[in-house]
């Protein structure tokens, strides 16, 4: 089965059942954001959790969200710098971000 389809699948199921989750996902990522701008290199995921006390998996889509934005911005030009590829790699870290979801991002596959 292709992978759109079953998250096309898992993300309505979802929605039908928790019909709120959408909303405390599109909070944990402005919260994440605030956090980040606020807080830059003292930024602590582990600290947030404790802070914010989400569910794993919706923190797991925030942190993705955040994540695919910044890359977006970066890759708005069309190429991605040294500088920027550097700033990649901290925000990764920062939110413990695997390395093969990162890789996995949408705007990665098109480099």
Known sequence: MPKNFVKWVTTTVS??????????????TRS???????KKKAF???????KYDCDE???SEAV???Y????AKAWDDGKISNN??????WIREKLELPEE???SSPWRKSV
Request: avoid cysteine.
């Open 68 to 71: 695919n934005k910044i890359l």
């Open 101 to 103: 979801s990162a890789l």
């Open 57 to 59: 998996q919706e923190l």
């Open 84 to 89: 920027e590829e550097k700033q990649l790699v």
């Open 32 to 38: 994440i954001n605030r956090e980040l701008k606020h």
């Open 64 to 66: 993705q969200s955040v």
């Open 44 to 50: 602590d995921l582990a600290a947030f959790k404790q």
């Open 15 to 28: 929605s039908i059942l928790d019909p709120e989750r959408e909303e405390r996902v599109r909070s944990i």
